[in-house]
C-alpha cells in the first residue's frame, strides 16, 4: 500500500511517501513562501524524487491539526482535492497523535504545540494511549497537574516552554530531543494502518482538529454581545 501524507499544522511543514508501513521518502518545505503556494507542487516534486507516479498512490493522508486555522485548512483542502481526483480515500490524523508516536515512550508523553498568545495546545498520552484530550491553556495551569511522574514533552510547544518545565518538574520533566521532529513520515504509516484496518472515509467527511475556535467567530461573538 501507497500512502502520500501532508503535515501542514507547523509553518514549514513536511510531506511524505510510505509503502506498507515503511517511510521512503520524507522532506520538509524548502520555500519561504506561503503553504498555499507551495502546494501541491511540493507534493509532485515529493513523487518524482521517489520515482512514484501519483496514480499508483493507494491511499492519501493528511495532519488535521492542531495548528493554525490557514495551515489547516490549506492542507485539508489539497488532500481532498487529490484525493477526489484519484477515487482514493484520505484518512485523517491527529498530530498529536504522530507526536506522541514519535515520542518513543511507553511512560507519559505530553505532547505541546504552540497556540500562541502564550498558550500551548496539548493532550497527554501513557503507553502510547491518549488519557487526557486535546485541550487549549496556559502551560502553567497544565504543569502543576503533572508533578508526581516522569513526563517526557515533544513539539513545539515543548520547546519554547523548555525552561517552564525544568522549574515546575526538575527531573521528572523531559523534552524529547528533537522536540519538532518532522511529521509526515508518521502521518503515512499512521494512515496506512488506518486505511488497512478499514477505517477509510469519503474526501469530504476530514475535519480540521482546530481546539480553540478561529479569531474571526471570537471577534464576531464579541461583537453580539455589546
Do not use: N
Amino acid at each position: 500500500m501507497l500512502v502520500l501524507a501532508l503535515d501542514t499544522t507547523t509553518r514549514a511543514g513536511s510531506c511524505a511517501i510510505a509503502r506498507d508501513g515503511v517511510v521512503l521518502r520524507q522532506q520538509a518545505s524548502a520555500s519561504p513562501a506561503a503553504q498555499a503556494e507551495r502546494l501541491p507542487g511540493e507534493l509532485m516534486t515529493l513523487l518524482d524524487h521517489a520515482s512514484v507516479p501519483l496514480r499508483e498512490i493507494d491511499v492519501f493522508a493528511v495532519a488535521t491539526g492542531p495548528g493554525s486555522f490557514t495551515g489547516l485548512r490549506v492542507g485539508i483542502a489539497t488532500m481532498q482535492g487529490l484525493a477526489f481526483a484519484e477515487g482514493k480515500p484520505l484518512i485523517g490524523v491527529s498530530g498529536f497523535d504522530a507526536l506522541a508516536r514519535l515520542a518513543g515512550s511507553d511512560g507519559r508523553v505530553a505532547t505541546w504545540v504552540d497556540a500562541w498568545r502564550g498558550d500551548v495546545f496539548a493532550a497527554l498520552y501513557e503507553h502510547g494511549q491518549e488519557i487526557e484530550a486535546p485541550t487549549v491553556t496556559r502551560p502553567e495551569d497544565l504543569l502543576h497537574r503533572l508533578r508526581g511522574a516522569p513526563t517526557l514533552f515533544i513539539g513545539d510547544g515543548a520547546l519554547t516552554c523548555r525552561e517552564a518545565i525544568r522549574r515546575a518538574l526538575g527531573d521528572d520533566g523531559r523534552v524529547a530531543d528533537p522536540a519538532t521532529p518532522l511529521l509526515a513520515g508518521t502521518i503515512a504509516v499512521l494512515g496506512g494502518a488506518a486505511a488497512a484496518a478499514g477505517e477509510c472515509s469519503p474526501p469530504h467527511a476530514i475535519r480540521p482538529l482546530y481546539v480553540r475556535r478561529p479569531d474571526a467567530e471570537i471577534a464576531r461573538d464579541a461583537r453580539s454581545a455589546r
